[in-house]
């Protein structure tokens, strides 16, 4: 089995210490040091150059190493090129600290205190109950689920909005578009962890802040093409939004001077939230490739139509 990652150059002898420790018979290998192309059948990658894919003809899967396909040019690929998402203990544990840390900041006032400090200022701001407060998430797929479970220990109220249906224990399910308003109406904090594709590029405008309660907040860890700029600093400047946390932006890095970056009201992390930690994500990705080896089907394959 001749295996080539090819993605973050530091993460690589880690990757290949693994791969060594739980699968020696994997003939593993990172980039450059590829040897013959033409022996190539899985592909570890993040960003996959098209004329890159076209040097690799033997190729059977491509891994992507980080969670979501949106980076990848799934045309350039050929149709019989299985593609698998990354799903993986470290990515669902690291969303669920940042998703934590924010809405339990959001919800105890921690970035009014922050002002308040700077301007040296003891103003104690009343502490509601989390039974008061609704956290609502989009996308109920394996983090947006891990979320609402873990939101569950603080006794948040807690709803879900997808594109089929869900039933979660203790949380308030909506799917379709016919029910995205009647969802954001009782949002207090709303998280967006929606794969970006065709029908959900831009869907984080004008329309949707509208539909929240004057005052909430948003908590974007999902992708920066989700969120249209202009349409959240005026909901910000409106009031209609009270405050944004965000992962990610488009571009990334957000370019000097851009208003995002001093705006009081929003904080901006550098698409952190959650990354792949080699240590978990190695036994699942070898458990993936003896399937495939043994003509088992794939885990985590995406679907090429939908785009996720
Ligand atoms: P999944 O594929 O498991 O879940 C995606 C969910 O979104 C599914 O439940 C799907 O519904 C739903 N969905 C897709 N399209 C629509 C739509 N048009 N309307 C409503 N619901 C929709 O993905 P993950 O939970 O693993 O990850 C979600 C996203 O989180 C990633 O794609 C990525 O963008 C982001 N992410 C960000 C990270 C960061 O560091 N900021 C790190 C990791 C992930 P259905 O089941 O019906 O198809």
């Not at 002898?13 to 290998?29: C, G, I, K, N, Y």
């Not at 109920?140 to 709803?159: K, S």
């Not at 578009?177 to 970006?196: A, K, T």
Request: with cysteine; net charge negative; hydrophobic share 45%.
């Amino acid at each position: 089995m001749k295996v080539l990652y090819r993605s973050d150059v530091a993460r690589g002898p880690a990757w290949q210490q693994l791969f060594s420790q739980h699968a020696p018979d994997v003939d593993f290998r990172v980039w450059p040091d590829a040897g013959n192309l033409d022996e190539i059948e899985y592909l570890i990658a993040w960003q996959v150059p098209p004329d890159f894919i076209a040097a690799l003809p033997r190729l059977k899967v491509l891994f992507s190493s980080g969670a979501g396909v949106d980076h990848i040019d799934t045309s350039a690929l050929p149709s019989h090129v299985a593609i698998v998402r990354m799903v993986e203990p470290g990515i669902i544990n690291g969303m669920l600290e940042y998703v934590t840390m924010s809405v339990l900041a959001l919800h105890r006032h921690l970035f009014d205190y922050q002002e308040l400090q700077r301007q040296e200022l003891w103003q104690p701001i009343e502490v509601y109950p989390p039974s008061t407060c609704s956290v609502g998430v989009m996308g109920l797929g394996v983090l947006g689920q891990a979320v609402l479970e873990r939101l569950g220990i603080f006794g948040f109220q807690r709803l879900g909005w997808n594109r089929s249906p869900r039933a979660l224990p203790g949380v308030r399910c909506f799917d379709g578009d016919g029910s995205l308003n009647e969802f954001l109406g009782q949002c207090d904090i709303l998280i967006c962890l929606l794969p970006l594709t065709v029908a959900t590029r831009g869907i984080l405008g004008a329309r949707l802040f509208a539909a929240l309660p004057a005052g909430s907040s948003l908590l974007h860890v999902g992708r920066g093409g989700h969120l249209d700029q202009e349409a959240l600093l005026d909901a910000l400047d409106s009031g209609q939004l009270g405050r944004a946390v965000l992962d990610v932006c488009d571009p990334e890095p957000l370019p000097a001077g851009h208003p995002l970056w001093r705006h009081p009201r929003v904080v901006l992390t550098p698409h952190v939230a959650s990354m792949t930690q080699p240590e978990t994500a190695v036994p699942i990705l070898i458990q993936n490739l003896r399937r495939h080896q043994r003509g088992e089907a794939l885990l985590d394959e995406i679907d090429r139509r939908n785009g996720y």
